[in-house]
């Protein structure tokens, strides 16, 4: 597969609901540790209307799939994180506009859009202990993988296992930015939550990639 038509990207979509459900506890006691134990319940149940804006959908156009979710995140999810995901969604949305099947550029600039929009919204940058610890590499991974000629099946996966082992470092670091900043040195030690599920919205992604490339 050197193209993800709509069909790949609505099923993407849906798995990342899937991801999210399955693993909401988890989100919730990282939370607990370093914020309002929120984040959990907050993703799922901005997902889940996602589900349901996106049930029997006949669109074509990725851009607009991804203004609808960003849309949808913003309406239902509390905390900062609808905000920011659902402004991430939004620019990747507006450079996909139109498109009814992605090159590797378009996924690159797409990636590139969403980084961007977190970074603007959330007025952070990497090492701050924040999604964008995992969001970055993941981006500087994609685009690696782009230019090497990798399929998206591939670059995803890449980007996926960057986007964890960038989850995995923030463990050690003290929080600047958010509920998490609050606790100071308390903050050290903990896998920061919207890294976590910015690693598995990637993961969910790849997984999705690699089951319609053999499919």
């Known amino acids: 597969m ?59 156009d990725i851009g607009a799939m ?10 239902t999810v509390g905390g900062a994180s609808g905000p920011l995901y659902g402004t991430g969604f939004l620019r990747a949305g507006t450079a996909l506009a139109g498109k009814s099947s992605l090159t590797m550029a378009d996924a690159v600039a797409a990636m590139a859009a969403f980084v961007e929009g977190i970074k603007m919204r959330g007025k952070a940058e990497t090492g701050e202990k924040t999604m964008l610890d995992a969001l970055v590499p993941a981006q500087d991974a ?19 296992t960057a986007a964890e082992q960038g989850m995995r470092a923030t463990i050690p670091l003290i929080a600047t930015k958010g509920r998490a900043s609050y606790l ?25 990639l690699a089951k319609v490339q053999t499919a």
């Not at 799922?44 to 589900?51: L, P, S, Y």
């Not at 099946?153 to 980007?159: M, P």
């Not at 903050?187 to 997984?207: E, K, Y």
């Open 2 to 60: 050197q193209e993800i038509d709509s069909r790949a990207a609505l099923a993407c979509l849906e798995h990342i609901v899937d991801v999210i459900h399955e693993n909401r506890q988890y989100l919730i006691d990282l939370d607990a540790a370093v914020g309002d134990a929120d984040h959990g319940a907050n993703m799922d149940r901005g997902f889940q209307a996602v589900r349901q804006k996106l049930a029997g959908t006949e669109q074509s």
């Open 66 to 75: 991804l203004k609808l979710v960003a849309s949808t995140l913003i309406s």
């Open 142 to 160: 994609l685009k690696a993988a782009a230019d090497a000629g990798q399929s998206p099946t591939e670059a995803f996966a890449a980007a996926a």
């Open 184 to 208: 100071g040195e308390r903050s050290r030690d903990h896998q920061d939550p919207g890294a976590t599920s910015t690693a598995l919205i990637l993961r969910a992604v790849a997984d999705t």
